[in-house]
């Protein structure tokens, strides 16, 4: 198989590819895989330094909206895993304009490129956040989207087009909106390798509002072996839902970061709320898991302890990010 993933040098791209290349999922063993990645302020080269040297691996530092580029690369690859988004909420609500170009621009130029190119599967990465907020049950893949930053916008913007694609084309398109993921190699502006890291260097850290914002927590691992299962043998046209980590409040997230850390909540700073804050995120992942056999295999206290203690061992990694982005 050859497989272009975008965005692949990002804290979930590179974890695919880290996986695919090391014989992870063993359908695909021996493929080829081309990253199409902008290596923005969040893509970083060093996220794929574990596989670098295969040659089974090309690397190619560009953008999904140069029209160009994508009809040169895409033609060739079985499938397209489509990692390449602006991601963080809160830069979306200081600017949303790299993320309207991005996420719905740029997966519209890829799944032309895709059409035109006759790629096999297109699996477009989404997120739970195009839904909303829900105040009690579970969202099923059918439940009508209501974002609310623009960065869920966006996103649900690009979720429609590709799922569009595929009614109006034809193009073999699978969608997957998954839950708020946490692991290794997270740009460090993102809550939990924010905390932590603040939290190891003896600072502080930042709770909005109450503290009682729900976020389902999955291991990046899980997420990528539920993308796997849907380019595998999800049915083309459809969406799955990939979550089943653990429901926890920021308040008791926080808990949890402090405890593994040694430290306590003297460090925690309350702070104005977040604007237009989701308060709950709930995926129901009843179909992941009854028709291609998902289930989160890392359970969060083991996750977060081995999270913890990557950041701790891995000081080189994040203290040039965090520098750089003056976190
Ligand atoms: N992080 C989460 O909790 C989460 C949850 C659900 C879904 N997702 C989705 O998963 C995908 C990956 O998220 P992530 O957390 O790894 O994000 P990330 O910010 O760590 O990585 C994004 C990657 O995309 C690249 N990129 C950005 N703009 C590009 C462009 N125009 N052209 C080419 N490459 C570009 C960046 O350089 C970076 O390598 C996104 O689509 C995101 O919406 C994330």
Redesign the pocket.
Known sequence: MRILV?????????QYVRTLLTGGYPGYAGSRVTV?????????RA?LDPVAADPALTFVE?????AALVDELMPGHDAVV???????VDRSIRGAS?FV???VL?TQTLLDAALRAGVGRFLH?????VYGSIAEGSWTEDWPLAPNSP?AAA?AGSDLLALAYHRTHKLDVVVT??????GPY??PE?VIPLFVTNLLDGGTVPLYGDGGNIRDW?H?AD?CVGIQLALEKGRSGEVYHIGGGAELTNRELTEELLRATGRDWSAVRMVEDRKGHDRRYSLSIDKISDELGYAPAVGFAEGIAATVAWYRDNRSWWEPLKAKAAL
């Open positions: 975008t965005g692949g040098a990002g804290f979930i791209g590179s199409l990645d902008k290596l923005t302020y969040s893509g970083n996220n560009g953008d999904i909206c140069d489509h990692f390449a988004a602006e991601t963080h790299e170009t991005t996420n740029g990465v989404s997120t739970d956040e960065y996103k909106r998954c839950s708020n993921n946490y997270q740009f993102k999955l990046v997420h």
